[in-house]
Nanobody, 128 residues
Framework: QVQLVESGGGLVQPGGSLRLSCTPS???????????MGWYRQAPGKERELVAS???????IYADSVKGRFTLSRDNAENTVSLQMNRLKPEDTGVYYC???????????????????WGQGTQVTVSS
């Protein structure tokens, strides 16, 4: 039904920048409404944690560790969400996952399907 496709991870030196993007894929003819959208990350040996999340009206929250360095933005028309990461630190290293709550209609007039979906993850490595 709904899948999230992430892009933009990679290797960057401390102090550098990366931009992550997340785009949904869906069956042609279907209708998709994204509610909360955000990014989580998981470092080796640690639990997955929230990095940033935004409601549909763009009310946004950030983890304390990324405030002032990361900026989350979303496009409701395209159902996409991006994470601009500046002044990256080694402790930002991890796998970053896009996440979204959605309402899905397989076709106009169909019964809605409400769900939550995760992307496959994209690796971010901050190292000199």
């Amino acid at each position: 039904q709904v899948q999230l496709v992430e892009s933009g991870g990679g290797l960057v030196q401390p102090g550098g920048s990366l931009r992550l993007s997340c785009t949904p894929s869906r069956t042609p003819g279907s209708i998709l409404i994204m509610n909360d959208m955000g990014w989580y990350r998981q470092a080796p040996g640690k639990e997955r944690e929230l990095v940033a999340s935004a409601t549909r009206d763009r009310s946004t929250i950030y983890a304390d560790s990324v405030k002032g360095r990361f900026t989350l933005s979303r496009d409701n028309a395209e159902n996409t969400v991006s994470l601009q990461m500046n002044r990256l630190k080694p402790e930002d290293t991890g796998v970053y996952y896009c996440n979204a709550d959605y309402i899905y209609y397989s076709y106009s007039g169909a019964e809605p399907i409400v769900g939550r979906v995760w992307g496959q993850g994209t690796q971010v490595t901050v190292s000199s």
